[in-house]
């Protein structure tokens, strides 16, 4: 048993050393709109992890960090790409702006649309499928990835600009224990960040994103935990209702045990992660996604 568990631990190190983390990609060569000046804090970011080309399966995913809208949580971020290219999928790291540094909404939801833009006006560069792109966040990273999930648009075909041409849809979601709603049971510092001080009420509605579910909303996996006392279990139970009543495909996972912030409870090279990698990546399989 131990020789078998070595072998597969030293499989996993091989697969993560073969990956291939570049360069990042500001978003907007000239500048971001509205971006408050040209330090780092106003330049949003891409960063691809790619996979080992024997192992890709030519589907993406854009990944944004938790955080509260204050800060960027390398592990939700680095870990979870370097995971999901073991099993195949070519990773796009989002570094959006944030509260913190004096941005409001729709700074951040501009951040990520344009992001999944250009993962798809770039496809063939990075060998990746138009139409497997996905989106995944934790914490307030999962409030932003569930504001691109509702408020996306389909691109203006006659932009200038190829990347503005593109839909902003992500084709699935992975949330993980993701600030959802701005009501009641919100995580109020991600609530401040993303609002600032005493937003209107029709702000807070629309940033509410089970108030914002349709039909034409993407697929999720939705994970979270009992223990959760940051970001309470309601937030997944309020989105994965609204996708049931909108006839939304979707997984839901609520473990016992588990605090907030967790991400896969695990290092490289994820020989051990927690229960909810492997259900993922089961559900990535049967969406076409994963190895």
Known sequence: MKTILATAVLCSTILLSRAEMQAPIPLWPEGAPGALGTNTNDIPTLTAYLPEATN???AAMVICPGGGYGGLAPHEGNDYAL???QHGVTCFVL???LGSHGYRHPAMLNDAARAVRLVRARASDWKVDPHRVGI???SAGGHLATTLLTHFDAGDANASDIIERQSSRPDLGILCYAVITLGEFTHQGSKHNLLGKDPSPELVQLLSNELQVTTNTPPCFLWTTFEDKAV???NTMLFAEALRKNHVPF????YEKGGHGMGLKDKAP???PHPWANDCVFWLKEAGFAK
Do not use: I
């Open 56 to 58: 890709a399966t030519g």
């Open 251 to 254: 997984a839901l996972h609520v």
């Open 95 to 97: 570094k959006y702006r």
């Open 270 to 272: 994820f020989a051990n």
């Open 83 to 85: 995971w999901l290219n």
């Open 232 to 234: 309470p279990m309601e």
């Open 136 to 138: 995944m966040g934790s």
